[in-house]
């Protein structure tokens, strides 16, 4: 059984990674700023989900949480970067810059925070694979999104260059790019005409993904025979990045 850890476990994209993970066989530590949806997890899964509140913003809440995980005796072998916002402002000159410090902190910066805390345990374990959840945004641009676009862009060299710093730990590090996805975060910023729009001009497959399909990416990727995989950026978008 590994133990993965997994940010933004409470809900969406998150939430089905966590599920996913622990019907095959691990064990899930979960975190999220969502304290009813880590309870609703916490009774759903019993032993093999361990939940903690924690804002990956927040580098003393971050140092609590691993010093818990310590205390559980657990060895980290994977780790699911999947806690993020939307940044949908408008172009620069409508991007305040509280909106702009907001999306890369929780996008970005809450991913460096996380990994940074984990990658001694995996190196304690003998290695182990991590993935970041990006988006097809950045790869691409999109009308109204710096702030978004510019997270996600960072997060895939973050990635990149954690890939080549830790692969003599036997860390892997994969970065995967979701497109428009079944989730509460999409349909919030999204009405039936917007959605409409983007399956007929932007996504050749002809529908929105489901959390579950992005779930089965990572946890492909979790395992050995993943093994040769490492600084990859793969798009789950319906072709979207095509």
Same mark, same amino acid.
């Given at each position: 059984?590994?133990?993965?850890? %997994?940010?933004?476990?409470?809900?969406?994209?998150?939430?089905?990674?966590?599920?996913?993970?622990?019907?095959?066989? !691990?064990?899930?530590?979960?975190?999220?700023?969502?304290?009813?949806?880590?309870?609703?997890?916490?009774?759903?899964?019993? @032993?093999?989900? %361990?939940?903690?509140?924690?804002?990956?913003?927040?580098? +003393?809440?971050?140092?609590?949480?691993?010093?818990?995980?310590?205390?559980?005796?657990?060895?980290? #072998?994977?780790?699911? !970067?999947?806690?993020?916002?939307?940044?949908?402002?408008?172009?620069?000159?409508?991007?305040? =810059?509280?909106? /702009?410090?907001?999306?890369?902190?929780? !996008?970005?910066?809450?991913?460096?925070?996380?990994?940074?805390? +984990?990658? =001694?345990?995996?190196?304690?374990?003998?290695?182990?694979?991590?993935?970041?959840?990006?988006?097809?945004?950045?790869?691409?641009? +999109? %009308?109204?999104?710096?702030?978004? #676009?510019?997270?996600?862009?960072?997060?895939?060299?973050?990635?990149?260059?954690?890939?080549?710093?830790?692969?003599?730990?036997?860390?892997?590090?994969?970065?995967?790019? =979701?497109?428009?996805?079944?989730?509460?975060?999409?349909?919030?910023?999204?009405?039936? @005409? !917007?959605?409409?729009?983007?399956?007929?001009?932007?996504? &050749? /497959?002809?529908?929105?993904?489901? &959390?579950?399909?992005?779930?089965?990416?990572?946890?492909?990727?979790?395992?050995?025979?993943?093994?040769?995989?490492?600084?990859?950026?793969? =798009?789950?978008?319906?072709? /979207?990045?095509?």
């Amino acid at each position: 059984m590994r133990t993965v850890l %997994v940010t933004g476990a409470a809900s969406g994209i998150g939430a089905a990674i966590s599920e996913r993970l622990i019907r095959s066989g !691990n064990r899930v530590i979960g975190v999220d700023i969502d304290t009813a949806g880590l309870g609703r997890a916490d009774a759903t899964y019993g @032993d093999d989900f %361990v939940g903690f509140r924690c804002d990956v913003t927040d580098e +003393a809440a971050i140092s609590g949480v691993f010093d818990r995980v310590g205390h559980l005796d657990e060895d980290i #072998s994977g780790l699911v !970067n999947a806690a993020g916002i939307g940044g949908e402002f408008g172009d620069v000159t409508r991007t305040t =810059p509280d909106q /702009w410090r907001r999306t890369l902190d929780v !996008n970005l910066t809450g991913a460096f925070l996380i990994s940074r805390a +984990a990658v =001694p345990l995996m190196r304690r374990s003998g290695g182990g694979s991590i993935v970041h959840v990006s988006s097809q945004l950045g790869m691409v641009g +999109a %009308v109204g999104s710096p702030a978004y #676009s510019a997270s996600k862009g960072g997060l895939i060299a973050l990635g990149r260059s954690m890939a080549i710093d830790h692969a003599p730990d036997r860390i892997r590090v994969n970065i995967i790019c =979701p497109g428009p996805m079944d989730t509460p975060m999409f349909h919030a910023s999204s009405g039936p @005409d !917007n959605l409409h729009a983007l399956v007929t001009e932007k996504i &050749p /497959w002809g529908r929105i993904g489901q &959390p579950s399909e992005v779930a089965a990416l990572v946890e492909f990727l979790m395992q050995d025979d993943a093994e040769f995989i490492t600084g990859a950026v793969i =798009p789950i978008d319906g072709g /979207w990045t095509a």
